[in-house]
């Protein structure tokens, strides 16, 4: 049995404010909640409507009913378990060849989504701005389908970062060049704006140069695509050579 | 006023069968409404909490409250205006050169996705097999972020369709023909499987070939892309040649 205060402290992580006072993020769903033991995560402890399934003696699981699991869980239809996991407490990181920066990217479904094709074609970090959305929140650790597991994910100040990294910092924007024709730095960090408003124009003084995914149908209407889907279509292309 | 009559079917609307009933579909907002009046999709009236700001005098525009528009929207937080348009009642298509078809995509959000991605990349013609979800769905017809005027999309059997067309047919799965090194045909079908289950069996029966994305990513467990991103990073590659 879940007590009130467990499962009001529990409810109070879908806020970035009570993950850091707890130092406690949730992981729904056996299949992510397995991921976890082949990372760095720490997990406090497992709550699962069928234990067995987990098949688990390093970590504490209680046996919670249906109705308990549905007053814990933040997703519609929730699944067989959560894990209460410890934040990870980053201290240094160094830069890696070929990483994403992103520029207050806002809603979590896309810094999920990035986050998965990043783990897709093996970008091991990204570095985020202060004011993106926290990867702990819950939409995000969901949409990541369990890559944030195998990706790092760190959040700095972007002016002060970018004035010193040794990546070649290329942004995107709706008329750079031609990411048909751009030729990759071996050593790369792709910066990705806000929804709404694109890049900073104090993180866009910082580039040397903007790529571009040219538009192919004529209608000047069409929107532009939206942050992931660009991201996917500029690295499907970074990696072609 | 709405009579309740009135509100009764619009709501009725996100229901294929009531679409079907009625000839009639919804599109939300200004933007995407503005496009209808550059298309073929007929407008039967506006329902606008503003109407001066559509500033249209060839279509009926009834001034509705804010309340109203919430009763009628299908939307978390409606816009301005709702449109209500005429289903068009296509007879007779034929094949374009470069073309997408959907083998049982089930989830509003990915058909809206794909629309956009193939407006984006001048694709005009997506063909559906017929358990395809329908791209009259509200929630479909805002995701194409009004793409949908300017892709035609057609719903057939699939199995009749594919043993007959011209076009090479190329599908899309987890073992297929490195993207990077597929040579595109000129004439191209590029099928696209189920969220879940992929293509069906008796579909890829008639595919003489097919592609994939290679992973770059060294972790087993990653999971394989989402449909909608497979679709855009595959015409990012199939469009650099």
């Known amino acids: 049995m879940l007590t009130a205060h467990t499962i009001k402290v529990l409810q109070s992580l879908d806020k970035k404010k009570f993950r850091q ?30 234990p067995q399934k987990l098949d688990r003696t390093d970590v504490p699981i209680t046996h919670i009913s249906e109705n308990e699991l549905k007053k814990i869980s933040f997703l519609k239809t929730p699944k067989d378990s959560v894990a209460v996991c410890y934040l990870d407490q980053q201290e240094t ?7 994403l920066v992103l520029d207050g990217i806002q809603d979590p479904g896309n810094l999920g989504t990035i986050i998965r094709l990043a783990d897709w074609f093996g970008i091991e970090q990204i570095i985020c701005s202060e004011d993106t959305v926290d990867f702990y929140n819950p939409k995000v650790i969901q949409a990541t389908m369990g890559s944030f597991t ?20 290329i942004g995107t924007d709706m008329d750079g060049e031609n990411i048909y024709t751009f030729e990759k730095p071996e050593k790369i960090n792709l910066i990705l704006g806000n929804e709404g408003n694109g890049m900073r124009p104090e993180t866009e003084k910082l580039l040397p140069k903007c790529i571009s995914i040219p538009r192919f149908g004529k209608s000047q209407s069409t929107e532009s695509l939206n942050v992931s889907m660009a991201a996917g279509i500029i690295l499907g292309q970074l990696f072609s050579k």
């Open 21 to 50: 006072k707890y130092n406690l993020f949730l992981v729904e769903g056996n299949k992510i909640i397995c991921e976890l033991f082949n990372s760095n995560f720490k997990v406090k402890e497992i709550l699962s409507t069928d």
């Open 93 to 99: 990181w160094a830069d890696k060849k070929v990483q």
């Open 150 to 169: 195998r990706v790092n994910i760190v959040y700095t100040d972007l002016v002060e970062y970018l004035s010193k990294t040794e990546n070649v910092n």
